[in-house]
Each structure stands twice: as C-alpha cells, then as structure tokens.
C-alpha cells in the first residue's frame, strides 16, 4: 500500500506535559494525563509517489508553501517515518480538521498523530500502538496521547523507547464533558514549544515538580473511580499550577522584556471567576486551560445543557464559540 487515511482526536490534558529534557525526542520533564476530544479531530491522507519532486501538503484543500514552518514540520515528521520503512519517496498530504486552528485545540495534537498512523501504514509499517505513540510523540509530544482511546497516560522517562502513552481508561467508562469556550481567536505570541522551553526558568518551577507523582496517583484513581469531585479539584489546581509557571516564565523578544507569558485574556478569567461562582450555586464543573485563552468547562454529561446556559448568559454580545467534546475513540485508519 502507497496510500492511507487516519483520523485521530486532539486530547486535553488533565495533568499538563510542561517542560521536556530533551527538545530533540520531546521526552517530557513529567508524565501527563488527558482525554481524547470527540469533536476535535483531523482526518489525513498520505500517499507516497516516487514520481513526487517533494512533499505536497494540502489543508483543507489549499496548498502549503514547502518552505513554511508548518509544511516543514510535516516533512521532518515524514522523513522520521520514511526512516523506519527505508524509504524516499516523497508524499501528498490532505488533511483537514472538524475544529478552527486557533481555537484553543491543539491540532498539533490530532494532526501529527493521524499523520503518523496514516504515513506509517501507507508505507507498509505495521506499527503496534505502543510504537504509534512514541513516533506520534517525536512529530509534537501531546499527538503520543491521541493514539490511544479515552482516557491516557503519557509516560515520562529517559529513553524514547520507555516515553510512551497508553489508555487509562476506554471513553465509555466515564461520560463526562468539555465545554470548551473559545473566548478569541486570534493565534497565540507564545507557542507552547517555546513555553516548554522557558518553563525551568520560572522560581516556582522547582516546587511544583515534587507534587507530580501525587497529582497523577490522584488523577488516575479519581478516574478509575469515577469520583468527579476530586477529579476536578485536582485538575483545576494542575491548571493553575502549568499557568503559575507560565506566568513566571519571563523572555524577552526583539529586546523586550515580558514578565511572564499570558495566555489568558479577561474573558478568560471572567471565566474562571465564574466557575467558582456555579460551583457554589451547585453545578459540578471545575476548568483547565491549555497553552491559549480558552477555557475547558468539565462536568458530568448531565450538566452540559446547564453550563452552556451559565455561559450565555455572561457572555452577552460577546464573540464567543463552545465546542462540547466527549471522552473520544483513538486514531483509526480509513478502509476506503
Ligand atoms: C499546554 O504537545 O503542543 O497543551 O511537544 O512542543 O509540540 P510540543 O508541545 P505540545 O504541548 C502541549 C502543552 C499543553 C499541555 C498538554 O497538552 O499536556
């Protein structure tokens, strides 16, 4: 076979990845936890042509410059693949996604992991899911979690081999949801890359590292037990915790100084004041923000109608869009 279709759902984290050991193989500095998004999700085709001059990327039917950095990201993550089947020949690529780029999503996410398993399967690789994560992880670290269904796990380690990601749970254990709310759309200053990368520069980056192995025992049993209170106070608090060292994490660009990296708006902490407010009038739903200004609202499925409610009504006019996600299948190929 030259040729398959895969689609993978972009995932969020519950227990952020936020600093890595090594840029290179993006081994993370901690293992993270997260689930597959339902309707966030890229569908790629990949066909290998010999006859190719080089890679032709195509999204959502419009061709990218070879030379950009989103194109250029795409083929070093073919060439990891042509590696491992021994192959040259370039590649078509069409992909498209179910969610707006800048919404908060990490597409990066979704999109490298269905790259992976439709590359590696155009080129005859069978891969076990245990080694789609670890290729998934080279192409952007969070993509190693949208291989597996539902609930998962990405595991912090020394070698590449020992980084990998596996399901926790299957996303029919625990039907709760994501009400994401896209406060804005523009794209963000700061790429979560770079975030990685200034993260060991923050002073609190050193206390936040002892509470990890707690924090994922707590998250993975709350979970297996389905036991949303404790789920939600945890992630809730790991959210703040990622932003406390993004915050922290001060840069400069073109000779200027920042503080620390912002990637709230007001609309975003309007948000988050918000939610402790419906905590109190009695709807079960605690936040976590991503490396942007959307805030993730997650409740039991019960409450979704609720918390849309809540949010209009402080929305106003305000610009503002919800995608809802559910716990979420993992990557498949397409049999077409
Ligand atoms: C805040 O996976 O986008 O979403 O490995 O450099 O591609 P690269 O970074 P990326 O980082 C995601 C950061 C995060 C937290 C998380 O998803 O765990």
């Not at 979704?304 to 305000?318: F, L």
Request: proline letters at 4%.
């Amino acid at each position: 076979m030259s040729k398959a279709t895969a689609v993978a759902h972009s995932n969020l984290a519950f227990v952020k990845y936020w600093g890595k050991i090594d840029a290179e193989l993006n081994l993370p500095l901690n293992s993270s936890i997260s689930m597959t998004l339902s309707n966030a999700k890229t569908t790629t085709t990949v066909r290998f042509d010999e006859a190719l001059p080089h890679d032709k990327i195509i999204v959502a039917g419009e061709e990218q410059d070879p030379t950009g950095r989103f194109a250029q990201r795409i083929s070093q993550h073919l060439d990891r693949i042509r590696t491992l089947a021994n192959q040259q020949a370039h590649a078509e690529i069409l992909t498209e996604n179910t969610f707006p780029v800048s919404a908060g999503f990490a597409s990066s996410a979704s999109g490298l992991a269905a790259l992976s398993l439709a590359g590696s399967a155009a080129l005859g690789l069978n891969l076990s899911e245990r080694d789609l994560t670890i290729l998934a992880r080279r192409g952007s670290g969070s993509a190693s979690r949208s291989i597996p269904a539902g609930f998962v796990e990405w595991y912090a380690a020394s070698t590449s081999e020992d980084s990998f990601a596996e399901q926790i749970a299957a996303p029919e254990h625990w039907d709760i949801r994501d009400v994401a709310v896209i406060v804005s759309s523009e794209e963000k200053a700061i790429s979560s890359s770079l975030g990685h990368k200034l993260a060991q520069e923050s002073p609190f980056w050193q206390s936040r590292q002892p509470l990890l192995p707690q924090r994922l025992d707590t998250v993975r049993q709350a979970i297996l037990d389905r036991d949303f209170e404790t789920f939600g106070r945890e992630l809730e608090a790991e959210a703040i915790s990622m932003h406390a060292i993004a915050l922290t994490s001060s840069y400069s660009t073109n000779n200027h100084w920042h503080s620390g990296i912002y990637y709230w708006t007001p609309d975003t902490l309007e948000l988050l004041l918000a939610v402790q407010q419906w905590r109190e009038d009695g709807i079960p739903v605690y936040f976590t923000l991503d490396a942007g200004p959307t805030v993730h609202l997650i409740c039991p499925a019960a409450y979704e109608a609720q918390i849309q409610d809540a949010v209009c009504q402080i929305q106003g006019s305000r610009n503002w869009s919800t995608l809802v996600n559910a716990p979420a299948p993992g990557a498949y190929l397409v049999i077409e």
